[in-house]
């Protein structure tokens, strides 16, 4: 056994290190900033929580946390049933073998694959409203429709943008978990005289979870992190109206090169996203848990 | 085939539909991609009338298009063959071995992928310069794994656990060594699972710039950021800022499309 787990660590040990390098070093290094108020290269003063205490108090920034969480619960709250929905209706084995089925997984799998900026730009391109089909087509349909200078418009935009994007990872991921159910299952809820929601709660659902919890979970931290679609499409405006958390520190730490706020926003942004897949991993977890205590219950009682 | 898994009309209308939601975009970035910009600015037309390959020329036949594309691709094969090289090592440990601290360090591993990279973006270019990366395609790779290398462990780890411990035992019992059950078995046995994790590593890399922009300046400049050039005080080249975007889509299809059998059963075999 002490053999194996001195083997066990050389294998980890690459991971470790490059993560450290890559994830590590720099966190530290951020951390150190946010302690700290720095004049230039060889003065600087231990501050404490003073940036923090400033940054919490900063209405920009609680605006822009406000956006942000809007935002990422309603691309959540349309992707997921959309993605299981978009699933659950391509065709799977033997029909799905198909060139129909190839260049249907294909399409679906483009837009994860566009470079994040070309995302913003199709869109730009599109929804303008002199060059742009979306834009003029709204507009030909009599709404006055802009999304460069309205923020209402600019929001819906950016949620069809985001619509456009994400759903296909819940699909596929979904899809997978879909076509690992043996058709038996479907026959005997057949015979049962089962539904189809019941199908979908009873035999497709408990398929699912594992796949939906990893699709939820990264869909969760990617919308707390977007930045660089929004930047080309809206640049954040009109005004401040679309800017994201990741965009407002960006304009923090580069734009106006205020390294200790900025230091200590990034700190508590990671806390925040941390946070957050914390709080939806045990909810589903232990709810998931306390189900299967209730079960051998009745199993018990039976017995 | 029964008619409880056989979709319904209402979910075989949502799926077309959505298809064609995807499509429309694309559809209008290949036509603005085809047109002069004269044309474009000038008068709206839902199809192209007149067809010009000027735009295509100019991406394809410009040193400064090419060589984006190859800075490009360049750190996203770096990355996809450091994080696969590092993480296959781990995964198999997570997936065989119980060790002092194995949950804490997984779970460790996966909040790397929480790190938003605007948080990264100030340390990143000054340690990147301190250690004379700045600029190469592969300080670009390095800042990748930071959320490439969790994700590939994680996914290759729910695969590897997922097959019988039986086969490590059964092929030190054949008195295979541990090099050859490794590389002669085991690996053939997860190709689908490494396919995946392929894809994967791909994908985030070859989206990612907000890390790339800040760790190149001119000598490994992505294609992506090489579309900037295309706005200008004079106004933005519609065309040619549309040509460009086409030709990024091509990897991507061309990574779907080789992956694409084991995208479906790889995700199906592994619990992930």
């Not at chain 1, 002490?2 to 390098?21: D, K, Y």
């Not at chain 1, 508590?268 to 914390?278: E, G």
């Not at chain 2, 839902?46 to 594309?69: C, H, I, K, M, Q």
């Amino acid at each position: 056994m002490q053999a194996n787990q001195n083997r066990a660590w050389l294998g980890v040990l690459p991971v470790v290190l490059i993560v450290a390098f890559s994830g590590v070093i720099p966190l530290m290094t951020v951390v150190n900033f946010s302690v700290q108020d720095v004049l230039d290269v060889n003065t600087r003063f231990f501050v404490g929580f003073d940036w923090y205490r400033e940054i919490l108090r900063d209405q920009r920034l609680l605006d822009a946390l406000g956006r942000q969480l809007l935002f990422s619960a309603t691309v959540l709250a349309i992707e997921i049933p959309l993605g299981i929905a978009v699933a659950r209706a391509m065709p799977r084995e033997p029909k799905g073998r198909g060139w129909g089925a190839a260049a249907l997984l294909v399409l679906l799998a483009l837009p994860l694959l566009v470079p994040w900026n070309v995302v913003g730009t199709i869109w730009q391109v599109y929804a303008r409203p002199d060059i742009g089909l979306l834009g003029h087509g709204i507009n030909a349909l009599g709404i006055h429709y802009n999304f460069s200078q309205v923020s209402s418009h600019a929001w819906i935009t950016l949620i069809l943008m985001d619509v456009w994007h994400w759903p296909s990872l819940i699909a596929l991921l979904a899809f997978s978990g879909l076509t690992s159910i043996p058709n038996q299952h479907y026959q005997a809820a057949e015979l049962d005289g089962a539904s189809r929601w019941q199908v979908f709660r009873f035999v497709e659902m408990p398929r699912l979870r594992s796949v939906l919890i990893i699709g939820v979970l990264l869909r969760l931290m990617d919308s707390l992190m977007i930045y660089t679609e929004p930047f080309v499409l809206t640049g954040g405006g009109p005004g401040t109206s679309t800017t994201l958390l990741s965009q407002y520190l960006a304009t923090m730490a580069v734009g106006q090169f205020d390294v200790g706020p900025a230091a200590a926003f990034s700190v508590l942004y990671f806390l925040l996203i941390l946070l957050l897949c914390w709080l939806f991993y045990t909810a589903v977890v232990k709810r998931d848990l306390e189900q299967d205590f209730a079960r051998q219950g009745e199993r018990a009682a039976h017995e | 085939m029964n008619s409880l898994s056989k979709p319904s009309a209402v979910a075989r209308l949502t799926l077309w539909a959505y298809c064609l939601y995807l499509i429309l975009p694309l559809y209008w970035l290949l036509t603005m991609a085809l047109r002069s910009n004269q044309d474009i600015l000038g008068s709206f037309t839902w199809w192209p009338t007149s067809f010009t390959l000027v735009n295509f020329a100019e991406v394809f036949t410009n040193p400064v298009w090419r060589d984006g594309l190859i800075n490009s691709l360049t750190y996203v094969v770096l990355n996809t063959g450091i994080s696969i090289l590092v993480a296959v090592p781990a995964a198999y440990v997570f997936s065989r071995f119980r060790f002092l601290g194995d949950k804490q360090l997984f779970f460790w591993l996966l909040t790397n992928r929480m790190a938003p990279p605007a948080v990264f973006l100030l340390p990143f270019f000054q340690l990147y310069s301190a250690v004379g990366l700045f600029d190469t395609p592969l300080a670009v790779a390095l800042a990748h794994c930071l959320f490439t290398v969790p994700l590939a462990v994680w996914i290759l780890e729910g695969f590897m656990a997922s097959v019988p411990k039986e086969i490590d035992e059964m092929a030190a019992l054949d008195g295979h060594s541990f090099g050859v059950f490794f590389f002669r078995i085991f690996l053939p046995l997860n190709r689908a699972a490494i396919g995946v994790t392929l894809f994967f590593c791909f994908m985030f890399s070859w989206v990612e710039l907000l890390l790339a922009r800040t760790l190149t300046a001119s000598a490994a400049k992505p294609i992506a950021v090489v579309m900037t050039r295309t706005i200008s005080a004079s106004g933005v080249d519609w065309g040619l800022l549309a040509a460009a975007g086409v030709v990024t889509l091509i990897p991507g299809i061309v990574v779907v499309w080789f992956v694409r059998k084991h995208l479906v059963r790889g995700f199906a075999m592994g619990r992930v």
